[in-house]
């Protein structure tokens, strides 16, 4: 089962708008991560965010994270072209390192 | 730095066969951890190993087995395969900080069952 539910399940705008992608879980977490995958290929891995933080910034990401609702975002900003992938957030229940994956969001940046 | 390798990149088999899958982690890695990705799902996690045991496992069956090797490199192996083990599987590694540890995957083997 997958404790992760990524809204929307797909997204298109344009080259330089901001794109918001959704997460929430079901239950306590230790840490709360995004990936990126092009094309079926290997997970890249974007940010961390600790479930004592509140937001963090990793160049044009911005990630918020809500334990008190259970959820999460990831904003790109000033998307590109090269931002077309799907992202996944994943979550942490323990620092054993398994992750539990949501289903995704299918995003598109249209040049 | 060589990152984290899989072997082979694709694979054909059919039902009733098995299949080893193969990889490596990222140098420095002592973690090594299973995903199986059904197409246009997220991962769900299989397994992890550390210092050659199995430390956790996911919702799979016996069917799913895996081992360590001393250099840390794993190999995760699939017996009497069924026409929904085909998927991507991914291998993730990491070192063993108990803390807070990002995990870096494998570009993944595509494993089709016919």
């Known amino acids: 089962s997958q404790q992760g539910e990524e809204d929307p399940q797909a997204l298109s705008i344009q080259e330089g708008e901001n794109a918001t992608m959704n997460c929430s879980y079901k239950?306590?977490?230790?840490?709360l991560q995004w990936y990126r995958q092009n094309s079926g290929r290997g997970l890249v891995h974007l940010i961390l965010?600790?479930?004592?933080?509140r937001e963090k910034h990793s160049g044009r990401l911005r990630v918020t994270l809500d334990t008190s609702k259970k959820s999460s975002s990831l904003l790109i900003t000033a998307s590109r072209a090269a931002d077309t992938a799907s992202y996944f957030c994943?979550?942490?229940?323990?620092?054993?390192?398994?992750?539990?994956f949501g289903g995704g969001t299918r995003l598109m940046v249209k040049p | 730095d060589a990152g984290v390798t899989q072997s082979p990149t694709h694979l054909i088999k059919t039902r009733g066969q098995q299949v080893t899958l193969r990889c490596s982690p990222k140098?420095?890695?002592?973690?090594v951890s299973w995903y199986q990705q059904a197409l246009g799902q997220g991962p769900q996690f299989i397994f992890q190993?550390?210092?050659?045991?199995?430390?956790q496992r996911g919702n799979f069956p016996d069917r799913f087995s895996g081992h360590q090797f001393p250099n840390y490199s794993s190999e995760l192996n699939v017996n009497a395969l069924l026409l929904g083990d085909s998927a991507l599987y991914l291998c993730?590694?990491?070192?063993?900080?108990?803390?807070?540890?990002?995990?870096?995957f494998g570009p993944g083997t595509r494993l089709t069952v016919l």
């Open positions: 993730a590694s990491s070192p063993d900080r108990g803390l807070y540890n990002e995990q870096f």
């Open positions: 239950t306590s977490i230790n840490n």
């Open positions: 965010i600790r479930s004592n933080e």
């Open positions: 994943a979550t942490a229940v323990d620092a054993g390192n398994m992750l539990t």
């Open positions: 140098s420095g890695h002592d973690t």
């Open positions: 190993y550390y210092e050659e045991e199995e430390r």
